[in-house]
C-alpha cells in the first residue's frame, strides 16, 4: 500500500527495534511508520530517536541541559509540575498562584490531560500506581 507521496512504506520487523527501544516503543514505532520520508527523517523525529535512546537519568539531565537554555529548562518543568499538581487535583488558580504561571498555560495543561489516550496522563497514572 503506498502512502501519499506514492512510495511504499518500509517494513521493518520487530527484532530491528533496538532494545533501548522498549522504555518508548509505542512512540518510537509511531514515529518510525509515520515520519520515514525517502529514507530520511527530519530534526524534530531525529531528536524524538535521540530522546529515546538516552536510558540514564542523569544522562538524560545533562542533554537536556545541553541543548536548552536555562529558561527553556525552567519552562519544561514547570510544564510538567502544572501536570502533576493538576493530577494531584489542585485548582488551576492555586497553581498559577504558587508557580507565577498564566492560566492560560495552565488550562493547556488540563486539557492535555482530559484528551483521551493522553501520553502525560497515561505517564502520571503510572507513576502514582507504582507509589
Given at each position: 500500500?503506498?502512502?501519499?507521496?506514492?512510495?511504499?512504506?518500509?517494513?521493518?520487523?520487530?527484532?530491528?527495534?533496538?532494545?533501548?527501544?522498549?522504555?518508548?516503543?509505542?512512540?518510537?514505532?509511531?514515529?518510525?511508520?509515520?515520519?520515514?520520508?525517502?529514507?530520511?527523517?527530519?530534526?524534530?523525529?531525529?531528536?524524538?530517536?535521540?530522546?529515546?535512546?538516552?536510558?540514564?537519568?542523569?544522562?538524560?539531565?545533562?542533554?537536556?541541559?545541553?541543548?536548552?537554555?536555562?529558561?527553556?529548562?525552567?519552562?519544561?518543568?514547570?510544564?510538567?509540575?502544572?501536570l502533576?499538581?493538576?493530577?494531584?487535583?489542585?485548582?488551576?488558580?492555586?497553581?498559577?498562584?504558587?508557580?507565577?504561571?498564566?492560566?492560560?498555560?495552565?488550562?493547556?495543561?488540563?486539557?492535555?490531560?482530559?484528551?483521551g489516550?493522553?501520553?502525560?496522563?497515561?505517564?502520571?497514572?503510572?507513576?502514582?500506581?507504582?507509589?
Amino acid at each position: 500500500m503506498a502512502n501519499r507521496a506514492g512510495r511504499t512504506p518500509r517494513i521493518i520487523r520487530l527484532s530491528q527495534v533496538p532494545s533501548y527501544a522498549s522504555a518508548c516503543s509505542g512512540l518510537w514505532l509511531r514515529f518510525l511508520f509515520y515520519s520515514m520520508k525517502a529514507g530520511k527523517m527530519n530534526v524534530t523525529d531525529r531528536l524524538v530517536r535521540i530522546f529515546c535512546s538516552i536510558d540514564d537519568p542523569r544522562t538524560m539531565k545533562r542533554f537536556m541541559k545541553e541543548i536548552f537554555t536555562a529558561s527553556e529548562f525552567d519552562d519544561i518543568s514547570k510544564r510538567w509540575k502544572v501536570l502533576e499538581m493538576l493530577e494531584r487535583g489542585h485548582s488551576q488558580r492555586d497553581i498559577a498562584s504558587k508557580l507565577g504561571m498564566s492560566l492560560c498555560k495552565i488550562t493547556r495543561g488540563s486539557k492535555v490531560l482530559k484528551t483521551g489516550g493522553s501520553v502525560s496522563k497515561r505517564i502520571l497514572d503510572e507513576r502514582i500506581t507504582r507509589r
